[in-house]
C-alpha cells in the first residue's frame, strides 16, 4: 500500500523563529519539492502602488547579500533546479523542484533570497522593463483583459482582490527602489511563512534542513491582513473593451463567490461543477459548445479566499456571436437558480469529486500545494482524509441555497474583450 | 510502506513492448507509487498526413471522436471515466493523435473498453460534424488571437517548400469551412486501425491482469490496410527567407528557424544541448509541466535579456519523427526596434556557429538534461506519455537511453551541430511589427442595464 491510499502523513513543526514547516515522505523518485509561502501577496501593495508585491517577485532572487545574480543563477542552474516565484492575493510563493541530492545546498539558497534580497537598482531597471513589456502584451490579450477587469468591476474601489496585481504601466513606472524595499521590510518575516518539503527525504531529515537554513532569520511579523467583505453587486452590468484586429471575443461573465471557510463554499464546488465543468464545460459547454456549436471554449470557475471570491463563467466567441452567448449563459444561471440540480448530477458530481483526490495528490508539487492551502485556511493535516466525507455529506436543499445566494442574472456583471465594440452586443 | 524509487528505471527497457496478431502495439509498465493508472491510445496519423484542400483533418477527426460510439453514446463519454474521479482529454500535432484517460485503477476496464470503441466504432453523425465545425473554427480564432501564434504559422509556411510540415496542425480555414463528413469519415477509418496504434498502461495494475483485458477489448478488431505514408522530403534550402507581419498589438516579436534533425537522427541531442546552451533546458516532454527552463545563464537569454533588449527569449525544440524546425522567440522590450534585437540574435547564433560551446556550458546543460528527465517522469500520466511519444515517432531508444546518450555527446558534435544547422542559408526570419495599437483599451460601454 502506498501512502496515497491511506492519506498523507505530513508532519507538522513551528521553529523558534515562528516558520512553520511541513514535510511529507514520498519516494515517487529521487527528487524534492520545496514550497515556501508567505503572507506577502498583492492584498499588502500600498494604496496607489499597484504591483510592489507583484515586483519584489521579479526581482527577489537577482541578488542577496552575499551571492550577485550571476552566482545565484548558476548555482541553481548548474543543478538543473526548477525555481519559480509567483505572487497571489494573500501569499507570496517560492517553489521549487531538485534532485534530492542538492537539497541541503538549495534550502541555504533559498533562505537567502527570501531573508537578504538586495534589489539592486541595476536589476530593478532591467525588471521594470520586463514588467511593462508584459502589462503590453496583456493589454492585447481579450482573456486576460475580460478577466482582470471583471475582477476590478466586481470588488468596490480599492479592495485588494480588485487591483491589478502586476499594476498597471503608470503604477509600475512609479514604483521606486525603496518601495521594494519598504515591502520586502514589512512582510517578509519568518512567523509569516510556511515551508512545505515533500519528496524523496524523510520528514525529520527535512524538518532539520529546513531548521539550518531558515533557524538563524529573526524579523518582526507585523500584522495579518483581513480584508472586508466585499458588497455585492446590486445591479447588471455590461461592459465591452475594444481590441481591434482580434478574430475572437471573450467574454467574462461573474459573481462574488464565498469565503473558503463559508459552509457554503462545498455545495457551491458541487453546484460549479454541474453548471461549468462536469464532461466538457458542464450544462455551459453542453450548451454553447456542444449544441449550439458557438464556442472552443466555456466553462465555468470558482475561487473563494479569506474574503469572499468569485465565481466566473468564460467563453470565447465569434464578435457576432456574443450576444446569443452571453443569452445562453443567462439562460443556464437562470434554470440552475430556478430548478436546482438534479439527484443524478449531485450523485455524478460526489463520485467524481470524491474519486479525483488521489489523482489530484499524484505528484510532490501537488501534495505540497494541497499542504499549504490546507495550512493557510486551517483545515487540518488530515484534510485530505476528511474531505471525501464532507463532500458526501452535500445535500440537494445546500447547493440550492448556496447557488441562490451567489446567482442572480440581474446582478451578473458581464465583461467583453473583442474588435468591433464585440459586433455591438 | 513506500514502493522503491522508480523514475530512473522508468525507461522502454522496463517496460514492456509486445504487439497483438492484428498489430496493435501495447507497452505497459507497473508503478505502484499511487492508486492509480493512465491509459494512452496514439495512432501515427497528423497534420503532416493530410493532403491539400484537407488540412485540419487530423485534429477535428480527434474532436469527432468525443461525440458518440456504437456502444457509448455522446454524454456518456467523458462520464464514463469521471465516474471514476478521472481526468480525459487528446491532443493531434503533426506526427501524431492521442487520447488519455488518467483514473483510479478500478476504472482500467472501463478505459480500455472506451479507447477500443473510439478504434473501431466511431458514429460520425452530420449533424455533430457540422456543429464541430463552427467549434473547431473557434479555436482557430482563438488562436489567431495571439501574434507570436500568428508568427509561428506563417513562419512556419515559409520554412517548408515541399514537406507537409508546412500547414498549422489545426488546418487552413478554407479547408475547414469546405470539408464534409465523409471526408472525416474516411480519414478516421484509414488510420484508426489496430496496425497503425499504440496503446500505454501505466500505472497500479498487474501487466498479466492489464494484457488479458486488451485482447478482450481490442483482440477482435481487424487490421486494416497499412496507410500511406508521407514521401515528400524538403529540398535543402537555398538562402534566408523573411516573413515580416504588421497588424494591430501592443508588443513586437521576431522568431528565427532553422531545419533540424529528426528525433532518431544522431544529430538531434547535440542540437539539444546547443538549444540549452542557448536558452536553458526544456527536456524532452511535450506534456510536462517542468516546460520553463532554468535559463538566467543561457547565452540568448543574457544577451537580449540581461541586456534589456528583449523581455523574453525561449528556444524550441521538439522530437519529431521527420526533420522539423529548431525556433528561438523573442519578445521586444517596450520601444526597442526589432532590427536591434534580430542583429543582436544572429550575432550570437553567429558566434557559436563558429565557435561551439565551453566544456563548463556541456557539463552544465547535461546536468540540466538529466535533472529535467528526472522531473518529466513525475506521475503515471507523463510517464504514459513519453512512452507512447516516442514509439509513435519511431525513437523509443532515444527515449530508454536519454540520460547515457546525453552523456555521451561531445564538445565535437554540438560543434558541428551548431555549425550545420545555424547557418543563414538554412533559416527563416519572421517579424511582427504591432501598428495603430491603441496605448490604453477603451472601455467602451459602463454598466449598461438590462438581463
Known amino acids: 500500500m502506498s501512502a496515497v491510499v491511506e492519506g498523507l502523513v505530513p ?62 543563477s548558476h548555482a541553481l542552474e548548474f543543478r538543473g533546479v526548477s525555481f519559480s516565484v509567483g505572487v497571489g492575493r494573500h501569499t507570496f510563493t517560492l517553489s521549487c523542484t531538485c534532485l534530492t541530492e542538492d537539497l541541503v545546498e538549495i534550502l541555504e539558497i533559498v533562505a537567502e533570497v527570501l531573508a537578504e534580497p538586495i534589489f539592486s537598482p541595476h536589476e530593478v531597471e532591467t525588471r521594470r522593463g520586463e514588467i511593462i513589456t508584459g502589462i503590453r502584451q496583456d493589454d492585447d490579450n481579450p482573456a486576460t483583459m475580460a478577466g482582470e477587469h471583471l475582477q476590478a468591476l466586481l470588488y468596490p474601489p480599492g479592495h485588494p482582490y480588485g487591483r491589478f496585481s502586476r499594476g498597471t504601466v503608470a503604477s509600475v513606472e512609479g514604483i521606486r527602489r525603496a518601495d521594494l524595499t519598504a515591502f520586502h521590510s514589512a512582510w517578509f518575516a519568518p512567523g509569516r511563512q510556511t515551508v512545505v518539503v515533500v519528496g524523496d527525504i524523510a520528514a525529520g531529515a527535512a524538518i532539520d534542513a529546513v531548521d539550518r537554513a531558515f533557524g538563524g532569520w529573526r524579523h518582526p511579523d507585523g500584522p495579518i491582513l483581513v480584508p472586508q467583505a466585499p458588497p455585492p453587486p446590486v445591479r447588471r452590468h455590461v461592459s465591452v473593451l475594444d481590441l481591434p484586429g482580434k478574430p475572437q471575443a471573450d467574454i467574462a461573465y461573474g459573481f462574488l463567490s464565498v469565503r473558503r471557510n463559508d459552509p457554503d ?57 456574443v450576444a446569443r452567448a452571453i443569452a445562453s449563459i443567462d439562460a443556464e444561471v437562470a434554470r440552475i437558480v430556478e430548478e436546482g440540480i438534479t439527484p443524478q448530477e449531485l450523485a455524478d458530481t460526489k463520485q467524481y469529486l470524491v474519486g479525483s483526490i488521489p489523482r489530484m495528490l499524484e505528484t510532490n508539487i501537488e501534495i505540497a500545494s494541497f499542504l499549504q492551502t490546507a495550512e493557510f485556511f486551517g483545515l487540518g493535516l488530515d484534510y485530505d482524509r476528511r474531505l471525501p466525507a464532507l463532500i458526501e455529506a452535500v445535500t440537494l436543499d445546500q447547493v440550492q441555497t448556496a447557488t441562490r445566494r451567489v446567482l442572480d442574472v440581474q446582478r451578473a456583471t458581464i465583461v467583453v474583450a473583442g474588435s468591433g465594440a464585440a459586433a455591438r452586443l | 510502506m513506500m514502493t522503491p524509487p522508480v523514475a530512473l528505471a522508468v525507461s522502454p527497457a522496463s517496460a514492456g513492448t509486445i504487439t497483438l496478431d492484428n498489430g496493435l502495439t501495447v507497452i505497459v509498465q507497473e508503478m505502484h507509487a499511487a492508486p492509480l ?68 485503477r478500478d476504472a482500467l476496464d472501463r478505459m480500455l473498453f472506451l479507447e477500443s470503441e473510439r478504434m473501431a466504432n466511431g458514429i460520425y453523425d452530420p449533424d455533430e460534424c457540422e456543429s464541430e465545425r463552427t467549434v473547431v473554427i473557434s479555436e482557430l480564432q482563438g488562436g489567431d488571437n495571439d501574434p507570436e501564434q500568428v508568427l509561428d504559422t506563417e513562419v512556419t509556411a515559409a520554412a517548408f517548400k ?92 521576431l522568431k528565427v528557424a532553422y531545419h533540424a534533425p529528426a528525433a532518431a537522427d544522431p544529430e538531434f541531442l547535440p542540437l539539444l544541448l546547443l538549444d540549452a546552451v542557448l536558452t ?50 523573442v519578445t521586444a522590450s517596450d520601444g526597442v526596434p526589432l532590427g536591434v534585437i534580430e542583429e543582436a540574435t544572429l550575432h550570437e547564433l553567429d558566434v557559436v556557429a563558429r565557435r561551439g560551446i565551453t566544456a563548463a556550458e556541456l557539463t552544465k546543460v547535461r546536468r540540466q538534461l538529466r535533472a529535467r528527465v528526472v522531473f518529466e517522469a513525475d506521475s503515471v500520466t507523463n510517464i504514459a506519455h513519453q512512452l507512447g511519444y516516442f514509439q509513435t515517432i519511431g525513437a523509443p531508444e532515444v527515449y530508454g537511453e536519454l540520460v547515457p546518450r546525453i552523456e555521451r555527446v561531445t564538445l565535437e558534435q554540438v560543434a558541428a551541430a551548431a555549425a550545420r544547422v545555424l547557418a543563414g542559408r538554412n533559416r527563416t526570419i519572421g517579424t511582427f511589427e504591432p501598428v495603430a495599437a491603441p496605448s490604453e483599451p477603451v472601455m467602451l460601454s459602463m454598466m449598461r442595464a438590462g438581463a
Not at chain 1, 498583492?42 to 541578488?63: Q, T
Not at chain 1, 450548451?287 to 479569506?306: C, F
Not at chain 2, 497534420?47 to 455522446?74: A, L
Request: hydrophobic share 35%.
Open chain 1, 11 to 72: 508532519t507538522r513543526v513551528v521553529l523558534d523563529n515562528g516558520t512553520t514547516v511541513l514535510a511529507h515522505g514520498s519516494a515517487l523518485h529521487p527528487a524534492v519539492t520545496l514550497l515556501v509561502a508567505l503572507e506577502a501577496g498583492s492584498a499588502y501593495d500600498p494604496v496607489g502602488r499597484d504591483g510592489v508585491g507583484h515586483f519584489v517577485s521579479r526581482v527577489i532572487d537577482r541578488g542577496t547579500a552575499t551571492r550577485t545574480a550571476d552566482a545565484l
Open chain 1, 265 to 321: 463554499y462545498l455545495p457551491l464546488v458541487v453546484m460549479n461543477n454541474v453548471l461549468g465543468q462536469y464532461g466538457l464545460g458542464g450544462r455551459l459547454g453542453d450548451s454553447i459548445r456542444e449544441r449550439q456549436g458557438m464556442a472552443y471554449y466555456a466553462y465555468s470557475g470558482i475561487d473563494a479566499n479569506l474574503a469572499s471570491g468569485t465565481l466566473v463563467v468564460r467563453a470565447g466567441v465569434t464578435p457576432e456571436n
Open chain 2, 37 to 104: 493508472v493512465s491509459v494512452w491510445c496514439w495512432y501515427k496519423v497528423g497534420s503532416k498526413d493530410e493532403q491539400p484542400g484537407m488540412t485540419g483533418v487530423s485534429h477535428w477527426v480527434e474532436h469527432m471522436n468525443f461525440k458518440g460510439t456504437t456502444n457509448i453514446p455522446r454524454d456518456q463519454m467523458k462520464g464514463i471515466v469521471e465516474q471514476f474521479g478521472g481526468t480525459w482529454n487528446g491532443y493531434t500535432w503533426i506526427d501524431q493523435t492521442t487520447y488519455l484517460e488518467t483514473a483510479k
Open chain 2, 162 to 253: 515541399a514537406h507537409p510540415y508546412r500547414h498549422p496542425t489545426i488546418g487552413w480555414l478554407p479547408d475547414l469551412q469546405t470539408m464534409s463528413r465523409d471526408d472525416l469519415y474516411g480519414h478516421y477509418r484509414r488510420y484508426y486501425i489496430p496496425n497503425n496504434a499504440t496503446l500505454v498502461v501505466v500505472g497500479d495494475v498487474e501487466t498479466r491482469d492489464v494484457l488479458r483485458r486488451i485482447d478482450r477489448h481490442f483482440g477482435s478488431i481487424p487490421a486494416g490496410p497499412e496507410p500511406v505514408r508521407v514521401r515528400a522530403k524538403e529540398p535543402e534550402q537555398a538562402g534566408e527567407r523573411r516573413v515580416n507581419l504588421e497588424r494591430e498589438g501592443t508588443a513586437a516579436y
Open chain 2, 280 to 329: 536553458g533546458a526544456k527536456g524532452v516532454n511535450l506534456w510536462a509541466s517542468f516546460r520553463n527552463p532554468p535559463q538566467r545563464s543561457s547565452r540568448l537569454y543574457r544577451a537580449l535579456v540581461d541586456s534589456r533588449l528583449a523581455s523574453s527569449v525561449h528556444g524550441s525544440l521538439l522530437p519529431t519523427e521527420q526533420p522539423f524546425l529548431y525556433t528561438i522567440g
